[in-house]
C-alpha cells in the first residue's frame, strides 16, 4: 500500500535539464597538482589548523580539527606537502577570501580499500565518535555537521532526501543508482544511533532508474521507500516533511523539535564509508553539466580541486563559456573565481553557455499579477515582501514572516518582470539581523551600566554603614550651648537667675570694658616721656 502524500502550497513544475548528466555513470577524477581546502566547508565556525606549511602529510590526515561549537574537521584528500595556510577564494556568494590549506600532492589518489570494519562490533558512542572525527557534513547543501543531528533522545521519524528537486543536479541520483547498498548501510546506521518510529526514504518521480535499486537495496529492511511528485522545491526540508507527514514545522522551531531528523543520500553514504571503512570525507560527486562542457556528467571529485581543473577535465569549452554556477540555476550562485576548490557543499557545476539561463535579466516594475503568492511553498506574499524591503521598511516584512522564507527562487522564476525577489529578501533578512544584532549590543551595554551603577550603590551604601558603625567609638564633643561659649565671668560671678541672653551681654559688657582700660592705659604709657639717661 502506497503512502498517502500530503503535499505543500505553491511550488512549480521545471525542465530539469537532468538527462545530459544522468546518463552518464559517475567518473573518478584525477587529482590536481594543488588541492586547496576551506577550513570553513559547513555550518559553523571555521576548523582550525593542526599543521604548518611545509610539512608532509597523508592521505586522510587531520589537517585541521573542529572548533568549538558547530564544526567540522578537514582531512587531506591526497599525500603531499603543505604548500601554504592562508587565504584563498572560496565557492561561496561572499566574493571574499577565506583561510584555507594548500596541499601539493604528488600522488595519483588511488588507494587501496581499508579493511571493512563491521558495524555490529562497535558500540553507539563508537559509531558516533567515528561519524564526529570523519568530519561529515550534510551533503545536500545545509552544511550541517551530521554527527551533531544524532540526539541521543530517539526522534520519531528518520526522513532520507533522495528528492534532488533542481534542475540540472543529478549526483544524488546517480549515487543511487550505482551505490544504493552503501547508502541503505549508511542509512541502518543512523536508524540505530537514532532509534526512529520509522524510516522513509523519498525519491521523486523522475529518477526511475533510481527508485529500482534503492528498493532492491531496502529489501526486507524497515525503511519505507516513498515515491513523491516531481515538483519544485520538494526536496527543501520542510516542504518534503510537510508533504510526507502532513505537518508544517513552526516558525522558531526545528525539526528536530518536532521529533523529525532528515539525511540526504549522500550523506548516509559517506556514513557509511567512515564506518565502514574508517574513510574521512575526502570526496564527494559533482554533477558538472551546461552547454559549455562537451562531457557534461558525474565526477567522483577529492575535496580542495580547483573548480577550473574539474570543468576542463569535462572538456571546457572556453569559446561558450558565459558564465559558471555552483548549485542548481535557481539556488546557485555565481562563481566569479574559478580556482576557488570544490568543497563539500559543491553538488553541481553548471558552464553555462549563450542563450543557457537567461543572462540578460531586465527587471521591469512589479504589476501586481501575484504569480508569485501563487507558486511560494511557504504561503507568503512575496509582492508585499518586496515592496516593504524596497522602501527600506523591513519590520513591515519582518511581520509578514519574513524569516518564513527558504530563498527557493520560484517567485522570482515565475515573476513576469524579472524582478530578483530572492536578493531583496536576502538583503532584507541581513538588514534584520543587523538590527537584532544592535539591538542585543545596546541591550548588553544597558545591562553593563546598570550593573555598574548598582556596584557603586552597594560601595557607597557599605561606606556609609561602615561610617556609621564607627561613629560610636570616637569621642563626642559636648554639646555647644551659649552659656559655655560666652565664659567670661568666674561661676561664682555669674547671676543664674538672668536670662542667658542678659548673662552673655553682661559678659560682653565686661569684655569691652576690659578692652577700654588696656587701650586707656595704653594711650597714657605712649605719652608718658621717657626719662634722661643723664
Not at 551530521?146 to 533542481?166: D, F, M, R, Y
Not at 561558450?320 to 554556477?325: A, C, Q
Not at 511560494?376 to 519582518?398: M, R, V
Request: some cysteine; aromatic content about 4%; glycine content about 6%.
Amino acid at each position: 500500500m502506497s503512502r498517502q502524500l500530503f503535499g505543500f502550497p505553491g511550488g512549480i513544475v521545471l525542465d530539469d535539464h537532468k538527462d545530459r548528466a544522468a546518463e552518464n555513470p559517475i567518473e573518478w577524477l584525477p587529482l590536481p597538482p594543488l588541492l586547496v581546502l576551506p577550513l570553513k566547508q559547513h555550518a559553523g565556525l571555521p576548523a582550525i589548523p593542526v599543521v604548518t606549511e611545509g610539512q608532509r602529510v597523508h592521505y586522510g590526515q587531520l589537517l585541521a580539527k573542529p572548533a568549538a561549537g558547530r564544526s567540522a574537521g578537514v582531512h587531506a584528500p591526497a599525500d603531499g606537502e603543505i604548500s601554504f595556510i592562508g587565504l584563498h577564494p572560496v565557492p561561496d556568494d561572499s566574493n571574499q577570501y577565506q583561510p584555507c590549506i594548500g596541499i601539493c600532492t604528488d600522488e595519483t589518489g588511488a588507494h587501496e580499500e581499508e579493511e571493512l570494519v563491521d558495524d555490529v562490533c562497535l558500540s553507539d558512542d563508537d559509531l558516533r565518535e567515528r561519524i564526529a572525527q570523519a568530519g561529515i557534513v550534510g551533503l545536500g547543501g545545509a552544511g550541517f555537521p551530521s554527527a551533531q543531528k544524532l540526539t541521543e533522545t530517539p526522534v520519531k521519524w528518520l526522513i532520507i532526501n533522495g528528492a534532488e528537486c533542481e534542475p540540472y543536479i543529478s549526483c544524488d541520483d546517480r549515487l543511487m543508482q550505482e551505490r544504493a547498498p552503501a547508502i541503505i548501510e549508511g542509512v541502518q546506521i543512523l536508524a540505530r544511533l537514532l532509534k526512529p518510529e520509522l524510516v522513509l526514504f523519498a525519491i521523486e518521480d523522475n529518477k526511475p532508474a533510481a527508485i529500482t535499486a534503492v528498493a532492491e537495496a531496502c529489501h526486507e529492511t524497515n525503511i519505507e521507500l516513498v515515491v513523491i511528485p516531481t515538483k519544485y522545491p520538494s526536496g527543501a526540508q520542510k516542504q518534503l516533511i510537510q508533504n510526507l507527514l502532513g505537518f508544517e514545522i513552526p516558525r522558531g522551531k526545528h525539526s528536530v523539535d518536532l521529533g523529525v531528523v532528515m539525511y540526504n543520500t549522500g550523506t548516509c553514504y559517506a556514513i557509511a564509508r567512515a564506518i565502514a571503512h574508517s574513510e574521512p570525507l575526502l570526496r564527494r560527486i559533482v554533477t558538472v553539466t551546461g552547454d559549455a562542457v562537451d562531457r557534461p556528467g558525474n565526477y567522483d571529485v577529492a575535496i580542495g580541486t580547483p573548480i577550473e581543473y574539474v570543468l576542463q577535465s569535462a572538456g571546457l569549452n572556453p569559446n561558450k563559456l558565459r558564465r559558471v554556477i555552483m548549485g542548481g540555476p535557481i539556488m546557485g550562485i555565481a562563481l566569479n573565481e574559478l580556482s576557488a576548490p570544490v568543497s563539500k557543499l559543491t553538488n553541481c557545476l553548471i558552464a553555462a553557455g549563450p542563450d543557457e539561463l537567461d543572462e540578460t535579466l531586465a527587471p521591469r516594475p512589479c504589476i501586481r499579477c501575484g504569480d508569485c503568492m501563487e507558486v511560494c511553498p511557504a504561503s507568503l506574499l512575496p509582492q508585499q515582501l518586496f515592496w516593504h524591503i524596497e522602501s527600506e521598511q523591513h519590520e513591515k516584512a519582518a511581520a509578514l514572516d519574513l524569516a518564513v522564507c527558504i530563498e527557493c527562487g520560484a517567485c522570482a522564476y515565475v515573476c513576469p518582470s524579472q524582478i530578483p525577489l530572492v536578493q531583496y529578501y536576502r538583503h532584507g533578512k541581513a538588514v534584520l539581523r543587523q538590527q537584532q544584532q544592535e539591538r542585543l549590543a545596546a541591550q548588553q551595554a544597558k545591562a553593563r551600566f546598570d550593573a555598574r551603577e548598582q556596584r557603586l550603590q552597594q560601595k557607597q551604601q557599605q561606606r556609609a554603614q561602615r561610617k556609621l558603625a564607627a561613629a560610636p567609638a570616637l569621642t563626642e564633643p559636648e554639646p555647644v550651648t551659649v552659656a559655655a561659649v560666652v565664659v567670661t565671668k568666674n561661676d561664682a560671678e555669674i547671676d543664674a537667675s538672668k536670662p542667658v541672653i542678659a548673662q552673655h551681654n553682661d559678659r560682653l559688657a565686661d569684655v569691652l570694658a576690659a578692652a577700654q582700660r588696656a587701650k586707656a592705659k595704653k594711650q597714657q604709657t605712649d605719652a608718658t616721656p621717657p626719662e634722661s639717661s643723664s
